[in-house]
């Protein structure tokens, strides 16, 4: 081992019954800290930026083909096409669209689905995610609909409840005089995603019901894919593939496509946090200067003395680096187990806070969560590593350059 | 290996002032020596004089302002400055009033040190048998902190032994210790150089110790005088 960094050890770990410096201490807490905090904020962000992602998965699919919102006559082909790719789990064929909805004198403007029920395997995992919580998905029939849990609680339509719908087509025939009474549609069954956009304003029907309300004849909007494998690359690579062997004016999307501004508002966040954080190592970093300020004052006779010995600039400078780096890899390998530890205790603490606040309730019914959601992504610890141990060796660099360019005699002489 | 009495350090008329504000400090006044292989002289003079000004102009830890310093026969401000602390730590070693040992290194620690900061690989026996030859065999895994001034002092003379110096030089060795102490350790300090083969610059207010030397000089004023 090289003297300097056996000497920057000795220094920062003294053998025997001496302590390390106060100052050391408070250096690495102070590093601890600001790690700590960085990746439970991370992971939490993580958790929650990976909830979105399967949540989006869930109700979209993995891959979307379409035709730019006209309506596809040629599904049978496309079916066949998508047949083609062994990595296929489920393609369902869909039309979707706005209608006005009422129940009593309650109206809503939500997005209608209607998809083919009639494919064995499904995108959407209506029954095995248990999302409908009231009624069931089997009752379904063309002259049934399921609703989102938020739509059914601003109508006030329930399991058994009917409801009006009036859609776009309507409204043309109205204008050319026409009299078109709203269809009746019986409420099967309540659905919750978790997810915020489906949950608030959905109604789910059978593709033959949404074919006739807009008069789509055998057409489809679209048909969604959701994958064997849940991965991002698959989901490239097939869309990719269809992109060469669907007609023109077809093209499938990958739900990361489909969803790129929300995605990057996740990421965009999570990394604005990640840097706004790192000032509070930015922070601890000024105590690691300060400290090995001190230091190099206190050490300053020995310095002259090494220098004496024979020992070079650099070394003299590697010594003081050496030094800010092993606190910064202290702060890194503490801060990050503490932080591992809080996240493993996070689910009691935050039921215990929302106890003594008395906001269980509030919580579930407008986080949808008890459980905060935690992905430790070896990508964020990687970064906040890195970025703490340079700013902690840059930390030391000022005192460092002061060790090496310190005049050996005027070094001994200092009192 | 240098023939016995060739010149191994010479110094020709160094002089170095100090400036302090507008004031400007004549140090010392073209002092001239010559140190030969295997030979040892003293420096002698009040506090203030110069003594360890002229010490650090030869160790060249410090320039001086005019004059010229040869180390074997080589002009020392043509060696690259990139190269000469490793010649200094090679060529010479050095002893302090104050030790300087490195607390957080134990007593063989501090002797090794001297050849890892020098690039020399570090000849852990050599080091054992010079602190044994000091009279510390029983402290080499001790602490600094857990030594007397004298024992602290033999552990400095064995560091600046460590990598076969052959010039040391001693800046008041027993300045900081008591009589006995300092008895003890000037004669282990003669008898390892002299052991060793190594030219020493003894710098001490001491007559006694002086005596002891191949050659003395008395140093008044900034003015190096032969005795």
């Known amino acids: 081992m090289p ?26 807490l102070g590093v601890t800290l600001g790690v700590m905090i960085l990746v439970i904020v991370q992971s939490v962000m993580g958790g929650f930026d990976k909830e979105h992602r399967s949540k989006m998965v ?5 891959v979307d ?24 789990a489920a393609a369902v064929p869909y039309a979707q669209g706005i209608v006005m909805l009422t129940s009593g004198n309650r109206p809503a403007f939500p997005v209608i689905m209607g998809i083919d029920f009639s494919q064995k395997e499904q995108v959407v995992p209506f029954k095995e995610q248990n999302l409908v919580f009231s009624g069931s998905v089997d ?28 859609t776009p087509l309507m409204i043309e025939k109205l204008k050319a005089d026409e009299v078109m009474l709203p269809r009746r549609l019986r409420v099967c069954g309540v659905f919750e995603t978790g997810w915020t956009p ?33 991965s991002d690359e698959a989901a490239w690579n097939l869309a990719f593939e269809l992109n060469g062997e669907l007609d023109n004016g077809i093209y499938a999307q990958t739900w990361m496509d489909l969803n790129r501004d929300f995605l990057w508002i996740l990421a965009f966040e999570k990394n604005m946090m990640l840097f706004l954080l790192l000032f509070i190592v930015l922070v601890a970093a ?12 206190r050490k300053t006779r020995e310095i002259g003395l090494l220098e004496a010995m024979g020992a070079r600039p650099l070394h003299l400078a590697l010594l003081y680096c050496f030094q800010g780096f092993f606190i910064g890899l202290l702060g890194v390998v503490f801060g990050s187990l503490l932080a591992v530890a809080a996240l493993h205790y996070r689910d009691p603490v935050i039921s215990f806070l929302a106890q003594i606040t008395q906001s269980r309730a509030a919580l579930e019914q407008f986080y949808q969560f008890t459980h905060m959601p935690v992905y430790y992504d070896s990508h964020d610890f990687v970064v906040i590593s890195v970025a703490t141990l340079v700013i902690s060796t840059l930390a030391g660099l000022i005192p460092a350059v002061r060790a090496a360019y310190m005049k050996p005699a005027e070094a001994l002489r200092s009192e | 290996m240098n023939e016995k009495n060739s010149i191994i350090l010479k110094a020709e008329k160094l002089a170095k002032s100090f400036h302090s504000g507008s004031a400007c400090v004549n140090v010392l006044h073209d002092a001239s020596l010559c140190v030969r292989a295997g030979r040892s002289l003293s420096i002698r003079g009040e506090s203030g004089c110069g003594k360890t000004t002229l010490l650090n102009l030869l160790s060249r830890i410090e320039s001086a302002d005019s004059g010229q310093l040869f180390w074997q026969g080589r002009e020392v401000d043509k060696i690259r400055s990139s190269r000469l602390a490793r010649e200094r730590g090679r060529f010479m070693g050095m002893v302090f009033q104050a030790y300087y040992l490195v607390p957080e290194l134990d007593s063989l620690g501090n002797v090794l040190l001297a050849a890892r900061v020098a690039g020399i690989k570090p000849d852990r026996a050599r080091a054992e048998s010079l602190l044994e030859r000091v009279g510390l ?46 008895s003890v350790v000037m004669d282990m300090l003669m008898a390892v150089c002299a052991e060793e083969g190594a030219s020493l610059v003894l710098v001490t207010h001491n007559r006694a110790f002086a005596a002891r030397t191949g050659e003395q000089f008395v140093m008044h004023d900034g003015h190096l005088f032969a005795e």
């Open chain 1, 58 to 62: 869930m109700t979209s699919g993995h």
């Open chain 1, 65 to 88: 083909v379409r035709a730019g919102g006209a309506v596809i006559h040629s599904q049978d082909r496309i079916m066949d096409i998508i047949a083609g790719h062994d990595e296929v």
């Open chain 1, 139 to 166: 009752d379904m029939d063309d002259d049934s609909v399921l609703l989102s849990s938020r739509l059914a609680d601003k109508l006030a339509a329930w399991v058994g409840s009917e409801v009006e719908v009036y």
């Open chain 1, 198 to 230: 489906v949950d608030s304003n959905t109604m789910v029907c059978t593709l033959p019901l949404m074919q006739d309300l807009y008069e789509l004849g055998n057409g489809v909007h679209g048909v969604s894919i959701r994958l064997k494998e849940d």
């Open chain 1, 3 to 28: 003297w300097y960094l056996q000497l920057a050890l000795r220094q920062l770990f003294p053998a025997g019954r001496r302590r390390p410096s106060f100052f050391f201490l408070v250096s690495v």
């Open chain 1, 286 to 297: 000024f105590a690691i200067s300060v400290a090995q300020l001190l230091t190099v004052m």
């Open chain 2, 137 to 182: 065999k029983e402290r080499m895994s001790a602490s600094p902190l857990t030594l007397s001034g004298g024992e602290r002092q033999r552990v400095a003379v064995a560091r600046a032994l460590m990598n076969k110096p052959q010039l040391m030089l001693a800046d008041e060795p027993t300045g900081n210790l008591d009589e006995k102490s300092g």
